[in-house]
């Protein structure tokens, strides 16, 4: 008997219709305030879900999975355009920066890897407060989707100067 990957056997479990579109990215496109974009998050991961037959967590999980992806490409976006200011905010302070003075960029960097590490300790205690549940997985994978956007969406707009 041939074993699928588990990746695989979650998109096999998937009807076809929950694959289609991005309900999270057309929200966003229609979102013109931060309430609004805050609004978005979940919205694939919902629609996945309302056409899973069987709603086991594994399968849950993948639906939230698939979201969390979207977001990070987001996340990874608002990143890089959050550095290219920092650096851009840095260049009047060349002098002070040669003397000593911290840069931007330097903090930036600081912040980025103590959410990171934040943000994974913060999602595997909320798993594991649901430690003897089957869904710890939904938990743990959910949290990271709405704590990854919401850092997506400060970034671009602190990217943005607001």
Known sequence: MRVLPLPLLI????PAAALAGNQTADCMAQATTPAEQLACVGKSSEACRSHLVDAQPALVAGCITDEVGWWRHRLMDAEAAMQARAEKLDVPYTKQIAEGAPRLTDDFE????AWASWAEKRCTFEAMAHRNSPRRMVYAID?????????????EAAAKGK
């Open 11 to 14: 998109a096999l479990g998937f």
């Open 110 to 113: 600081a912040m980025r890897k």
């Open 143 to 155: 949290c990271h989707l709405h704590l990854t956007a919401e850092q997506a969406l400060y970034l």
